[in-house]
């Protein structure tokens, strides 16, 4: 770990400033008096938000967006470093750190809830900073989405929508630890929750093997008085479970008593990993129940955006997983029951839906409708084998009569309002940009 003493930083400047983890550290700084600035590629309402609380944002890499008085550059890893700004950094010997490094310089002098998996960890992580939040325990948060629950919410936090980060005085900081390039293993756990394991991030990773051998190595930091949470009897997770010294809890024994208002046997799921952790932290049985009882989901993960002028209920998910697309649809369909579904999918990466293309086909089964919208290519560049066609192809391969692809938007939601009813749900879905649809949806006048 570099070392930077963060308390004599008085500049800092975020390369990515709009992905959701460094953007929480970035609201870290500017909360602790700090000057921030930062870029993206794009505008979004992160950066948005960011621009309100006092960051200055440039829109596009340049190395002129790098003052010569910053004292601190933080960056995404998503990144390369052929980007202009890390490389004037280079030049200017400014002390850089990657967002994970971040994460472990903050957990350092924390006693760390660090929520790991490949499916359901900002859940899981929103579940547990709420059960702390309103146990009183003023718990520092870091997690891989928008609260929607704070209470009480984070200082010069957005209006109606909430925080990535929450700014506590006490001892805990529960972290979202994402495995992408082995993030997760800068971080300090006390406590590490494993979701799930799957075959997610094969692009970094190549194989399960690879992804089941990172995860081992970050329960492997955990001392002999730490503590494991996982279901320890899946295949995925026995060979994990054996590379930690510290005490393993299954989750599972957990009883599901709850009463949750987000749908869905993998939210049960992630409400069991929430209470381990409660018990673990004292938090009694009741307050804990209670408080994921009221828990309404992070933005993003099964979101209720509200009706078009027909009545259609219009949701939006951050599913971009084979797995999750099941779970969430399989959700809908039992809260649902018979109604109409129509699944808006924007595929995000072209390895994740070249590699995933057939488990990809088979995870519709729960919708009606399915529009295949154009990939969101993200991080990579344009590969011309992979399109959305030939996803749309092999969902018609497993059976589905409906399946359409659709390139814009703007067509898609004309689709849409011509053809749903108030006895339809909409949910779009997926990790890129399409929850801009659930929003012109839910705002369009027709």
């Given at each position: 770990?570099?070392?930077?003493?963060?308390?004599?930083?008085?500049?800092?400047?975020?390369?990515?400033?709009?992905?959701?983890?460094?953007?929480?550290?970035?609201?870290?700084?500017?909360?602790?008096?700090?000057?921030v600035s930062g870029s993206d590629s794009a505008?979004?309402?992160?950066?948005?938000?960011?621009?309100?609380?006092?960051?200055?944002?440039?829109?596009?890499?340049?190395?002129?967006?790098?003052?010569?008085?910053?004292?601190?550059?933080?960056?995404?890893p998503a990144v390369d470093f052929e980007n202009?700004?890390?490389?004037?950094?280079?030049?200017?010997?400014?002390?850089?750190?990657?967002?994970?490094?971040?994460?472990?310089?903050?957990?350092?002098?924390?006693?760390?809830?660090?929520?790991?998996?490949?499916?359901?960890?900002?859940?899981?992580?929103?579940?547990?900073?709420?059960?702390?939040?309103?146990?009183?325990?003023?718990?520092?948060?870091?997690?891989?989405?928008?609260?929607?629950?704070?209470?009480?919410?984070t200082p010069k936090a957005s209006a109606g929508?909430?925080?990535?980060?929450?700014?506590?005085?006490?001892?805990?900081?529960?972290?979202?630890?994402?495995?992408?390039?082995?993030?997760?293993?800068?971080?300090?756990?006390?406590?590490?929750?494993?979701?799930?394991?799957?075959?997610?991030?094969?692009?970094?990773?190549?194989?399960?093997?690879?992804?089941?051998?990172?995860?081992?190595?970050?329960?492997?930091?955990?001392?002999?008085?730490?503590?494991?949470?996982?279901?320890?009897?899946?295949?995925?997770?026995?060979?994990?479970?054996?590379?930690?010294?510290?005490?393993?809890?299954?989750?599972?024994?957990?009883?599901?008593?709850?009463?949750?208002?987000?749908?869905?046997?993998?939210?049960?799921?992630?409400?069991?990993?929430?209470?381990?952790?409660?018990?673990?932290?004292?938090?009694?049985?009741?307050?804990?129940?209670?408080?994921?009882?009221?828990?309404?989901?992070?933005?993003?993960?099964?979101?209720?955006?509200?009706?078009?002028?027909?009545?259609?209920?219009?949701?939006?998910?951050?599913?971009?997983?084979?797995?999750?697309?099941?779970?969430?649809?399989?959700?809908?369909?039992?809260?649902?029951?018979?109604?109409?579904?129509?699944?808006?999918?924007?595929?995000?990466?072209?390895?994740?839906?070249?590699?995933?293309?057939?488990?990809?086909?088979?995870?519709?089964?729960?919708?009606?409708?399915?529009?295949?919208?154009?990939?969101?290519?993200?991080?990579?560049?344009?590969?011309?084998?992979?399109?959305?066609?030939?996803?749309?192809?092999?969902?018609?391969?497993?059976?589905?009569?409906?399946?359409?692809?659709?390139?814009?938007?703007?067509?898609?939601?004309?689709?849409?309002?011509?053809?749903?009813?108030?006895?339809?749900?909409?949910?779009?879905?997926?990790?890129?940009?399409?929850?801009?649809?659930?929003?012109?949806?839910?705002?369009?006048?027709?």
């Open positions: 770990m570099k070392n930077v003493d963060l308390s004599k930083i008085k500049k800092v400047h975020f390369v990515g400033i709009g992905g959701i983890g460094v953007s929480a550290i970035a609201r870290m700084m500017l909360l602790e008096g700090k000057k505008e979004s309402l992160i950066t948005k938000e960011l621009r309100k609380l006092g960051a200055k944002i440039f829109l596009g890499h340049n190395a002129d967006n790098v003052a010569d008085k910053v004292d601190l550059i933080v960056y995404t202009p700004e890390l490389k004037k950094g280079k030049k200017l010997n400014i002390p850089t750190l990657s967002y994970p490094e971040m994460l472990g310089l903050i957990s350092k002098n924390k006693y760390t809830i660090a929520v790991s998996g490949a499916h359901g960890k900002t859940t899981t992580t929103a579940m547990i900073a709420k059960i702390l939040i309103d146990a009183k325990y003023n718990p520092t948060i870091i997690v891989g989405s928008l609260l929607k629950d704070q209470n009480p919410p929508r909430g925080s990535n980060f929450v700014a506590g005085k006490g001892d805990y900081f529960v972290v979202e630890a994402c495995e992408y390039k082995k993030s997760f293993l800068n971080i300090n756990p006390k406590i590490i929750v494993i979701t799930n394991i799957d075959n997610d991030h094969l692009d970094y990773y190549g194989n399960l093997k690879n992804v089941k051998k990172a995860f081992g190595e970050f329960a492997s930091k955990l001392d002999k008085d730490g503590f494991l949470v996982c279901d320890s009897s899946n295949d995925n997770l026995k060979e994990v479970v054996k590379k930690t010294k510290a005490k393993i809890i299954d989750y599972t024994k957990i009883p599901t008593n709850f009463s949750l208002k987000i749908p869905g046997e993998h939210n049960i799921k992630n409400a069991q990993a929430a209470m381990v952790v409660a018990e673990l932290l004292g938090v009694g049985e009741k307050e804990a129940l209670a408080s994921l009882n009221k828990f309404s989901g992070p933005w993003r993960r099964f979101e209720y955006k509200g009706k078009t002028k027909k009545g259609v209920l219009v949701y939006d998910d951050y599913g971009h997983h084979p797995t999750e697309i099941k779970a969430t649809l399989r959700g809908a369909r039992e809260f649902f029951g018979r109604k109409k579904i129509y699944c808006v999918f924007q595929p995000h990466l072209y390895s994740r839906t070249k590699n995933h293309l057939i488990e990809f086909g088979a995870s519709f089964e729960d919708a009606d409708v399915i529009v295949v919208a154009t990939i969101y290519a993200a991080r990579e560049k344009d590969d011309k084998s992979i399109n959305s066609q030939m996803l749309a192809g092999e969902i018609k391969r497993n059976g589905k009569k409906e399946v359409y692809c659709i390139e814009s938007f703007d067509k898609i939601e004309k689709y849409l309002i011509a053809n749903s009813d108030k006895d339809s749900i909409v949910i779009t879905m997926g990790a890129g940009d399409i929850y801009k649809l659930s929003n012109s949806l839910v705002n369009s006048k027709s």
